[in-house]
């Protein structure tokens, strides 16, 4: 699987009109761009139905190095769904079996994003804000993870 997801990155810069394909890739984190953004060699994966600060907004940084400290260096699986964002294939990825994207939001420092996610992550996020978590405070929603 770590030679289908060397040859699809090299694909996707090649052509960067190319379509994201479904399906299952594994390989190391190489890079974290930030707390819903990783990086397999060079293919990224934007973590499909979480929603991270950004680098300069409130909690941004800490997401990041959160995100960095959980995944940077280990090997991960990703469930693509086929679609694409920017430079990046969506998908849910895994930890040791445990969905990356879950664990971000129990520490309170991503929220759910239900128009990706159907809603997978709010009781987690409940939980997280009922624990202390201000993530829903610092962070508002951003208006793309509004459902249509």
């Given at each position: 699987?770590?030679?289908?997801?060397?040859?699809?990155?090299?694909?996707?810069?090649?052509?960067?009109?190319?379509?994201?394909e479904?399906?299952?890739?594994?390989?190391?984190?190489?890079?974290?761009?930030?707390?819903?953004?990783?990086?397999?060699?060079?293919?990224?994966?934007r973590?499909q139905?979480?929603?991270?600060?950004?680098?300069?907004?409130?909690?941004?940084i800490?997401?990041?190095?959160?995100?960095?400290?959980?995944?940077?260096?280990?090997?991960?699986?990703?469930?693509?769904?086929?679609?694409?964002?920017?430079?990046?294939?969506?998908?849910?990825?895994?930890?040791?079996?445990?969905?990356?994207?879950?664990?971000?939001?129990?520490?309170?420092?991503?929220?759910?994003?239900?128009?990706?996610?159907?809603?997978?992550?709010?009781?987690?996020?409940?939980?997280?804000?009922?624990?202390?978590?201000?993530i829903?405070?610092?962070?508002g929603?951003?208006?793309?993870?509004?459902?249509r």
């Amino acid at each position: 699987m770590i030679i289908r997801l060397a040859a699809l990155a090299l694909v996707m810069l090649a052509s960067p009109a190319l379509t994201c394909e479904r399906g299952t890739v594994t390989g190391r984190v190489s890079y974290v761009r930030d707390g819903d953004t990783i990086e397999l060699g060079a293919m990224a994966i934007r973590l499909q139905g979480l929603a991270a600060p950004e680098w300069n907004e409130a909690g941004g940084i800490e997401a990041r190095e959160a995100m960095i400290e959980l995944v940077h260096g280990r090997t991960v699986r990703c469930e693509l769904d086929g679609s694409r964002t920017y430079d990046r294939c969506a998908g849910v990825c895994y930890l040791e079996g445990r969905d990356i994207a879950e664990s971000v939001v129990s520490a309170g420092l991503a929220r759910d994003c239900p128009r990706y996610s159907g809603g997978r992550y709010a009781v987690i996020e409940a939980q997280a804000a009922a624990g202390g978590a201000t993530i829903r405070r610092d962070y508002g929603l951003p208006g793309y993870c509004r459902r249509r």
